[in-house]
């Protein structure tokens, strides 16, 4: 058996009209292909579906019992064509991000915002996230896609660099080295260090280590979010090695931010996704926009110049 969409809404529309004439106006064809529309579905349910005569033109027994489920039909089928055009035109939607916690209240507000902006009827959930988790909840589909800081290849997640950025020293104004313009890796040693647990102090150790210059990293603490190691920066308990793009959160803290030089420690930021998996016309969107304003727009380019700015205070 086959039936097509045509024949089918060629049926309900000479039912509905009790016409051929009316029926082929409202589909915009001609009679006599509404006719063969109507004969070729005949043939292929094996029913006839009408009753004509000269006079008038009637639904069989078959056509009455079939129209209001071939109805039902065509009435679902427009409302899914409908909503795939309200998902292209990005009229609906749902994306889901994960990003590391200090990434979440930083970075990505702002950017969110001026997304929404724009499309104001996509929802945007944002799933705030320890760094080691992101690429695992994008792994098992949780998530969209995910941000956050390079960590160990998967076989399964495509990782697209969005930028690199220094790490800067946070401490108290009233530090001792407070006054300096930059500090090195070596100045810091006299103070109880605070780092991130995981893969942040680990690659860290091993970029100093790379660099040659006998510098080590020996933490005091390893605490799960930044921002836990900044409050523990105001209460006095030793300093912090972040990202400039944390400069909002570290000045609530009363605290401030000075480069960390010999050697300049990048780290590079990515966005990852599942590979092969095509997003939601939705999800492309923003992925591509995040992708747009953080590789090419920078707005962290603020606070990265007011943080090296901060290190001209005396």
């Keep these: 058996m086959n039936v097509t969409l045509r024949q089918l809404r060629a049926f309900v529309a000479v039912a509905r009209t009790g016409s051929f004439t009316l029926a082929a106006e409202s589909l915009f064809i001609t009679q006599s292909a509404l006719s063969g529309l109507i004969k070729e579905l005949e043939q292929a349910l094996g029913l006839r579906l009408f009753d004509r005569s000269t006079r008038r033109l009637q639904l069989s027994d078959a056509g009455s019992d079939l129209v209001t489920h071939i109805e039902k039909i065509l009435l679902d089928l427009d409302g899914v064509i409908d909503e795939v055009g309200k998902l292209k035109a990005l009229q609906r939607g749902l994306v889901r991000v994960a990003v590391p916690q200090l990434m979440a209240c930083t970075l990505m507000p702002g950017l969110m915002a001026s997304f929404r902006n724009d499309h104001p009827q996509v929802q ?62 070596a100045d810091l040693a006299g103070d109880p260090l605070i780092t991130l647990q995981g893969q942040f102090t680990e690659r860290l150790a091993t970029d100093l280590g790379a660099a040659r210059r006998n510098v080590t990293l020996e933490p005091a603490n390893e605490v799960a979010f930044m921002s836990t190691a900044l409050s523990m920066v105001a209460a006095g308990l030793g300093l912090t090695i972040c990202i400039p793009y944390a400069a909002e959160m570290v000045q609530q803290y009363g605290l401030v931010l000075r480069p960390v030089v010999d050697p300049v420690v990048l780290r590079g930021f990515y966005i990852f996704r599942r590979r092969g998996r095509t997003l939601s016309p939705a999800a492309q969107r923003f992925h591509d926009f995040i992708c747009d304003e953080l590789h090419q727009h920078r707005p962290f380019e603020r606070a990265l110049r007011e943080a090296q700015a901060a290190g001209l205070e005396g």
């Design 124 to 185: 945007l959930r944002l799933v705030d996230s320890l760094v080691e988790q992101v690429i695992n909840r994008v792994f098992t589909g949780e998530v969209d896609f995910g941000l956050g800081p390079e960590r160990a290849p998967n076989s399964d997640i495509e990782a697209t660099q969005l930028f690199e950025l220094p790490f800067m020293a946070a401490l108290p104004r009233t530090h001792r080295l407070a006054c300096q313009r930059e500090l090195r890796w």
